[in-house]
């Protein structure tokens, strides 16, 4: 069974306080690994899509990065509009199925 | 692009009422699309897996004759809470896929209230 953890649960950041999400899974054979935000009461917003280990893809502020086990959302110099739960979630190769963790709510203070 | 509407946005109904929910690509064709419902605080948990002119895969522990999915278009797919009681009551979100893809989009969710 395809197993997604993430870490910490709950990030607390001053503003520009530069700091880095984890993601470490299970899965049998990998198609994607995806990350995305999600504020409160609104479904997730996609961010990125990674397929395989050593690949990096930044957007604004974050940056995520792959290894065969894990993965890390990085945030140089947040704002306080960057505060919300990223959710990380791997599809296997076989299915086009998500299995998601359980998130990491960052709260960025001004 | 990829923008997936979800309607209603809320739903308060009386226990033993069914409720549909409408999930919509708006500008992709999606063969597949996914259910999932969201506790507070709580992960995403994938309830179906519904594909378009095909009936939904469900996971394990989904009761089938309670949420019934129908996925007509390439463009909608219909979640109905039948007889619905407030254990319930959460936050249904759907998402699409691209036909080229694995990216998943998801709507807005919808916040089911059962009384």
């Known amino acids: 069974e395809d197993q997604v953890t993430q870490s910490p649960e709950a990030l607390r950041l001053q503003e520009g306080e530069s700091s880095s999400l984890n993601c470490s899974y299970t899965?049998?054979?990998?198609?994607?690994l995806f990350w995305y935000r999600q504020d409160p009461g609104k479904g997730p917003e996609f961010l990125f899509t990674?397929?395989?280990a050593g690949e990096e893809k930044e957007k604004e502020r974050l940056k995520a990065t792959l290894t065969k086990k894990e993965s890390f959302l990085h945030i140089t110099a947040p704002k306080p509009e960057d505060s919300a739960t990223y959710l990380c979630?791997?599809?296997?190769?076989?299915?086009?199925?998500?299995?998601f963790g359980a998130g990491t709510t960052v709260t960025v203070r001004a | 692009g990829a923008v997936v509407s979800q309607h209603p946005s809320w739903v308060i109904c009386k226990s033993g009422t069914s409720v549909k929910i409408e999930c919509r690509s708006l500008d992709f064709q999606a063969t597949t699309m996914f259910w999932y419902r969201q506790f507070p605080k709580q992960s995403l948990m994938l309830m179906a897996t519904s594909n378009e002119g095909s009936k939904a895969t469900y996971e394990q522990g989904v009761e089938k004759d309670k949420f019934l999915i129908n996925h007509a278009s390439l463009t909608l797919s219909t979640l109905t809470v039948t007889s619905a009681h407030p254990e319930d009551s959460s936050f249904y979100i759907c998402s699409a896929r691209e036909n080229t893809g694995g990216e998943q989009y998801f709507g807005p969710g919808t916040r089911l209230t059962v009384t």
């Open positions: 899965v049998s054979g990998l198609r994607g």
């Open positions: 979630a791997v599809q296997p190769s076989n299915d086009y199925k998500l299995s």
């Open positions: 990674l397929y395989s």
